[in-house]
């Protein structure tokens, strides 16, 4: 039997179970490889980035204008601070319910 070149498998973090590299979803537990923030995570951060910049504003007493502006830069900063933290690939936990296909 031919064995697997060393660089080309990996463990799963969730059912540490063999899997090769290049894998998007474990074929064990259904755990998968994601690139990029999800869809809650941006909306989370740029919820708050739209937030807390009037707020401030308006706290400060520099006006509704300026409080408008604040909550478009920091909708993008919250957009872009989703992007960065998470820019890596990373596993996300398997879906309640899944069972391996047959």
Known sequence: MIEPI???????PFCHRTIRGTVEICPHCGAERRFGPTLRESLLTFAVGVSVGP??????GAGVQL????AAIGGLLG???????HAGDRWMKPPAGWTPPE
Do not use: D, K, W
């Open 6 to 12: 060393a660089g080309t498998v990996e463990q799963c």
């Open 55 to 60: 707020v401030f504003m308006l706290i400060i």
């Open 67 to 70: 409080a408008v502006l604040a």
């Open 79 to 85: 957009f872009f601070v989703a992007h960065s933290r």
